[in-house]
């Protein structure tokens, strides 16, 4: 027998059903059967009793049960044992960042873990920044990479740098672009009242950041939908529907195609901390090593100038009345 005819016969037994366990399993259930009977001629015992509401298991199938139990939880046991000695770390770890930065450097994150820190479980997510927000408040995620604002200063944070908002537009909406389809020339906010604006969802702090400025305004006038999906607002940009506020990242591949340009904003600071923030919650052992790793995968992506900031810089962590003091300088 075999790990995996432990794990179906177990998922067997908890679901009362082969064809749920197959389901749940990611199998044929003419395969799983065929486990299922190899594992009962192996032991020289029926483990469960077939019925029309699915299947009951023996007294046979319930001493079997606690020695397969057993079986797996050794075999994980030793699994990490292992692991630990070579790291010093297991355990999982769940990280969210936003979509564009996400796509670029998530891959390499997820190689990086498993390369370097075998006994962690990496739980990666990619959303929008106010999704990740309430996730890291409500504990759903250790932690995560957001745009920052004093409305959680109550987080441990790492600035990590200020990222520009670009206003996103048709190809040659703004004139002549550079190699990374952003016009040599700013727009000013005001030429934003007379378009129909497109954004992802806004989180509270860019909101306030937005209408504390002079020509807020014709932001927050033009906002005609907000877009909980990063391709079905780049398809909406892409088919001209509408104009949006995006940083480069979420549309490089797009301006340096020429499918769309970009200009930024010559009256309007549109410049959001960027931040690496943790949940309140006690944090698993691991996470300060996944820390590491992103802040070396971030640092690369600046060095190549694929990242589009204001300044580029990793800094130390700030907490408490400086990392307020900071976040109010910034907003």
């Not at 408040?137 to 990222?163: C, K, P, T, V």
């Not at 537009?169 to 604006?197: C, N, W």
């Not at 999906?229 to 780049?234: C, E, T, V």
């Not at 960027?274 to 691991?286: E, I, M, Y």
């Amino acid at each position: 027998m075999d790990e995996g005819q432990l794990r179906a016969f177990l998922a067997i037994g908890e679901l009362s059903s082969i064809t749920k366990a197959a389901d749940e399993l990611g199998l044929a259930q003419p395969s799983l059967s065929q486990q299922l009977l190899r594992l009962e001629d192996e032991l020289g015992a029926k483990l469960f009793d077939r019925t029309s509401r699915g299947v009951s298991i023996t007294a046979a199938g319930q001493v079997f049960k606690t020695h397969a139990e057993a079986i797996l939880l050794s075999t994980r046991l030793a699994r990490e044992g292992v692991r630990r000695s070579v790291t010093g770390l297991v355990g999982e770890v769940s990280i969210g960042m936003p979509i564009s930065l996400g796509e670029m450097i998530a891959p390499d994150i997820v190689r990086a873990v498993q390369q370097e820190l075998p006994g962690v479980k990496l739980r990666l997510r990619l959303a929008f920044a106010s999704d990740l927000t309430r996730w890291i408040e409500n504990g759903s995620l250790h932690a995560g990479l957001i745009y920052y604002s004093d409305d959680l200063f109550y987080l441990q944070a790492e600035h990590i740098a200020d990222e520009t908002l670009f206003v996103i537009g048709p190809p040659h909406a703004f004139g002549s672009v550079d190699e990374r389809g952003i016009a040599l020339e700013s727009i000013r906010a005001e030429s934003l009242r007379h378009v129909d604006l497109l954004l992802p969802p806004m989180t509270k702090g860019l909101k306030r950041r937005i209408n504390q400025q002079q020509h807020g305004e014709a932001i927050r006038l033009s906002v005609r939908s907000e877009i909980d999906s990063l391709p079905i607002l780049k398809a909406l940009l892409l088919d001209g529907a509408g104009y949006s506020l995006l940083p480069h990242l979420a549309v490089r591949q797009e301006l340096h195609d020429g499918l769309l340009s970009a200009a930024q904003l010559s009256d309007m600071d549109v410049n959001l901390p960027f931040a690496l923030v943790r949940a309140g919650s006690r944090p698993p052992a691991a996470l300060p090593a996944v820390e590491a790793i992103i802040r070396r995968k971030l640092q690369e992506l600046l060095q190549n100038g694929e990242w589009v900031v204001n300044p580029p810089s990793l800094v130390t962590p700030l907490e408490g009345q400086k990392h307020r003091e900071l976040v109010t300088a910034l907003c």
